[in-house]
């Protein structure tokens, strides 16, 4: 950055190439000495006090292992921000712009794509940066983390090594064509500002244009428009004058305003059109591979582990499990799609040609019989249940097995661990009559849950399992009744000392203002809300009989099923919710068509 001393160095008889090495492999070298002195210190003193065992170890050398591949890459990126620009503080911001290009630019896609396509899946955007240095290695310890093992990361510490090989071959060849005239000045070689600059501007209309319509939020995108006009001005004329250290450039150069502008223009009308068609592609049946389909009910209802039993999101779960293969069906339902409905899903469409399509969307409820081939189909109950797969059952009962129980939701009741295999038995028989007209129609009527206790080396890890029985699952049942239990009924009237019941009177909401006001909203159904406490035993039979308790899912039930105006709250005889014997949920909701009749007119607001 300074002339006096570029004129020094230029004038010692040493060839561009040494100098550039030794500079360069002298700033490797201030980091990696002292690095290296502390990290074999730690090691030695972790040795003597007996903390340095295999798994230790190994995680020491991987930890090393990923520092120094992220140093050189980010040491290399910082090189060529350093070789391409001419004064400091320029250079920082060429660096920082280095390492978010890709991450801004990939969340951008992901807000574009989210705001103008309907069918758009979050699923089918990763957000983290490939080309870039601190992304390999947040990349690498997400796959060290799910492996178990430091040799998943290994193809990530490769491409870290040749990224850090291509940045140190470009700022050799950036030094080697450098100008010495460039010290001082904003960019060092005048042919990149334009394109800088253009590469700069686009992505920041983009997200001001977006910023814009997220705060206006107006369907005629005009505000937004005139906010990504305004930003390729204001951020041309701004660049423009970094570039030439002198306010009046601010009107320089444009026909590269004109090129900005129209970049983002392009851009806008790819998105606000579909000029890609992303809304209108539909599979091609010849074409497809398998189809995972991700249902919103099993993306936040279930628990996914592997052999370790890691846990495992619902996405990489699916997608390791063979997909279905009903291609009739799925295209079918594809075809009829919506963004309205009552049944939401996600497919990822594996084409042979080894591409993944996402899309999200919304069908009928009226789509049964389709619904019910993808539902219910051998491949789809196999990847949605755990049970399903022979290894990972092994693994799990090998650990301590806590809890396994049978509960109604309000109570629960031990079962014998002898009883295990007969159970995963009766209810993998119960999933083949599994499909959408059983879920939609059947009102859970129990749950089996156990929990397996895996000791770890610094302390133990707990994964609890649940499984819900349907009025359909006839072994299941039989099982239970088998050992003296019921799924007949949620809960015991005898055990029960009164219900206190919450009429939220949605019907008296306050109206949507238009201008969010929704603490008014709610102060509106804290006002009109009604509470009363029942305790004759007929009522409380009644009420008994309408009870669903909150526990229980109510996701694949038809709209209006389940009443959304009632709260209650189930108060046991002689304080059972703090004794041993109860574990189960005092807190419910009412079936819509068994609420009594008088329940409306005892909690009526007056």
Same mark, same amino acid.
Request: glycine fraction near 6%; charged fraction near 25%; charge should be negative.
């Given at each position: 950055?300074?002339?006096?001393?570029?004129?020094?160095?230029?004038?010692?008889?040493?060839?561009?190439?040494?100098?550039?090495?030794?500079?360069?492999?002298?700033?490797?070298?201030?980091?990696?000495?002292?690095?290296?002195?502390? %990290?074999?210190?730690?090691?030695?003193? #972790?040795?003597?006090?007996?903390?340095?065992?295999?798994?230790?170890?190994?995680?020491?050398?991987?930890?090393?292992?990923?520092? !120094?591949?992220?140093?050189? &890459?980010?040491?290399?990126?910082?090189?060529?921000?350093?070789?391409?620009?001419?004064?400091?503080?320029?250079?920082?911001?060429?660096?920082?712009?280095?390492?978010?290009?890709? *991450?801004?630019?990939r969340?951008?896609?992901?807000?574009?794509?989210?705001?103008?396509?309907?069918?758009?899946?979050?699923?089918? @955007?990763?957000?983290?940066? %490939?080309?870039?240095?601190?992304g390999?290695?947040?990349?690498? !310890?997400?796959?060290?983390?799910?492996a178990?093992?430091?040799? #998943?990361?290994?193809?990530?510490?490769?491409?870290?090594a @040749?990224?850090?090989?291509?940045? +140190? /071959?470009?700022? /050799? =060849?950036?030094?080697?064509?450098?100008?010495?005239?460039?010290?001082?000045?904003?960019?060092?070689?005048?042919?990149?500002?334009?394109? $800088?600059?253009?590469?700069?501007?686009?992505? *920041?209309s983009?997200?001001?244009?977006?910023?814009?319509?997220?705060?206006?939020?107006?369907?005629?995108?005009?505000?937004?428009? *005139?906010?990504? +006009?305004?930003?390729?001005? @204001?951020?041309?004329?701004?660049?423009?004058?970094?570039?030439?250290?002198?306010?009046?450039?601010?009107?320089?150069?444009?026909?590269?305003?004109?090129?900005?502008?129209?970049?983002?223009?392009?851009?806008?009308?790819?998105?606000?059109?579909?000029?890609?068609?992303?809304?209108?592609?539909?599979?091609?049946?010849?074409?497809?591979?398998?189809?995972?389909v991700? *249902?919103?009910?099993?993306?936040?209802?279930?628990?996914?582990?592997?052999?370790?039993?890691?846990?495992?999101?619902?996405?990489?779960?699916?997608?390791?499990?063979?997909?279905?293969?009903?291609?009739? +069906?799925?295209?079918?339902?594809?075809?009829?799609?919506?963004?309205?409905?009552?049944?939401?899903?996600?497919? #990822?469409?594996?084409?042979?040609?080894?591409?993944?399509?996402?899309?999200?969307?919304?069908?009928?409820?009226?789509?049964?019989?389709?619904?019910?081939?993808?539902?219910g189909?051998?491949?789809?109950?196999?990847?949605?249940?755990?049970?399903?797969?022979?290894?990972?059952?092994?693994?799990?009962?090998?650990?301590?097995?806590?809890?396994?129980?049978?509960?109604?939701?309000? /109570?629960?009741?031990?079962?014998?661990?002898?009883?295990?295999? $007969?159970?995963?038995?009766?209810?993998?028989?119960?999933?083949?009559?599994?499909?959408?007209?059983?879920?939609?129609?059947? =009102?859970?009527? &129990?749950?089996?849950?156990f929990?397996?206790v895996?000791?770890?080396?610094?302390?133990?890890?707990?994964?609890?399992? /649940?499984?819900?029985?349907?009025?359909?699952?006839?072994?299941?049942?039989?099982?239970?009744?088998?050992?003296?239990?019921?799924?007949?009924?949620?809960?015991?009237?005898?055990?029960?000392?009164?219900?206190? !019941?919450?009429?939220?009177?949605?019907?008296?909401?306050?109206?949507?203002?238009?201008?969010?006001?929704?603490?008014?909203?709610? +102060?509106?159904?804290?006002?009109?809300?009604?509470?009363?406490?029942?305790n004759?035993?007929?009522?409380?039979?009644?009420?008994?009989?309408?009870?669903?308790?909150?526990?229980?899912?109510?996701?694949?039930?038809?709209?209006?099923?389940?009443?959304?105006?009632?709260?209650?709250? @189930?108060?046991?005889?002689?304080?059972?919710?703090?004794?041993?014997?109860?574990r189960?949920?005092?807190?419910?909701?009412l079936?819509?068509?068994?609420?009594?009749?008088?329940?409306?007119?005892?909690?009526?607001?007056?």
């Amino acid at each position: 950055y300074s002339k006096k001393k570029v004129d020094f160095y230029h004038s010692v008889p040493v060839k561009k190439s040494r100098r550039f090495a030794v500079i360069y492999l002298n700033g490797i070298f201030i980091f990696l000495l002292p690095y290296m002195a502390c %990290f074999l210190l730690a090691i030695l003193l #972790a040795g003597l006090n007996g903390a340095m065992g295999g798994d230790n170890a190994s995680a020491a050398l991987t930890g090393l292992l990923r520092t !120094v591949m992220l140093f050189l &890459g980010t040491y290399g990126l910082a090189a060529v921000a350093v070789m391409m620009t001419g004064n400091l503080v320029i250079t920082a911001f060429a660096v920082t712009v280095f390492m978010v290009y890709e *991450f801004v630019l990939r969340l951008l896609l992901h807000s574009y794509c989210g705001h103008f396509y309907k069918y758009f899946s979050v699923e089918s @955007v990763n957000t983290v940066p %490939f080309f870039s240095p601190i992304g390999q290695m947040v990349i690498s !310890v997400d796959r060290m983390g799910k492996a178990s093992s430091w040799s #998943a990361a290994i193809p990530n510490f490769l491409l870290a090594a @040749v990224m850090a090989i291509v940045f +140190a /071959w470009l700022s /050799w =060849f950036c030094y080697k064509i450098r100008p010495a005239e460039a010290t001082g000045k904003a960019m060092a070689f005048p042919k990149t500002k334009g394109i $800088v600059k253009i590469l700069l501007v686009i992505p *920041f209309s983009l997200g001001t244009g977006m910023l814009v319509q997220d705060l206006i939020g107006e369907t005629p995108y005009g505000m937004m428009i *005139f906010g990504m +006009a305004l930003a390729v001005v @204001v951020g041309s004329c701004v660049i423009e004058v970094i570039y030439e250290a002198d306010i009046r450039a601010i009107f320089h150069k444009k026909y590269q305003i004109l090129a900005a502008g129209g970049g983002v223009a392009l851009i806008f009308l790819t998105f606000s059109c579909d000029l890609l068609g992303f809304d209108r592609w539909e599979p091609d049946p010849d074409k497809l591979e398998d189809t995972v389909v991700l *249902f919103m009910g099993d993306m936040y209802g279930a628990a996914y582990l592997d052999t370790d039993l890691n846990s495992v999101n619902n996405k990489e779960h699916f997608l390791a499990k063979p997909g279905i293969r009903d291609h009739e +069906a799925i295209c079918e339902l594809s075809a009829r799609r919506s963004e309205e409905g009552e049944v939401w899903c996600t497919m #990822a469409y594996r084409m042979k040609s080894g591409r993944v399509v996402w899309r999200n969307f919304a069908l009928s409820g009226e789509e049964e019989e389709l619904l019910n081939r993808v539902v219910g189909s051998r491949e789809y109950r196999e990847a949605q249940c755990l049970l399903f797969d022979e290894e990972i059952y092994e693994v799990i009962k090998k650990q301590e097995i806590t809890d396994f129980c049978f509960s109604t939701g309000f /109570w629960k009741e031990n079962l014998p661990l002898s009883d295990m295999d $007969v159970f995963r038995e009766a209810y993998l028989k119960d999933l083949e009559k599994r499909d959408y007209s059983m879920l939609k129609k059947e =009102f859970v009527c &129990g749950k089996i849950s156990f929990s397996a206790v895996k000791e770890m080396e610094d302390g133990y890890m707990d994964r609890t399992f /649940w499984y819900e029985i349907y009025p359909s699952y006839t072994n299941t049942l039989a099982f239970l009744e088998e050992r003296g239990l019921s799924g007949d009924g949620y809960l015991d009237v005898d055990m029960v000392e009164s219900i206190t !019941v919450k009429n939220r009177h949605t019907e008296m909401y306050a109206p949507e203002t238009g201008n969010g006001d929704m603490a008014a909203a709610m +102060a509106d159904v804290k006002n009109y809300a009604v509470t009363k406490v029942f305790n004759d035993a007929e009522q409380i039979r009644e009420l008994a009989d309408a009870l669903y308790p909150n526990e229980f899912d109510t996701y694949w039930m038809q709209e209006g099923a389940i009443s959304e105006d009632y709260e209650v709250t @189930v108060q046991y005889k002689n304080g059972l919710t703090d004794s041993s014997y109860y574990r189960g949920n005092e807190y419910a909701r009412l079936i819509a068509d068994r609420i009594p009749a008088w329940l409306e007119r005892e909690t009526a607001y007056e």
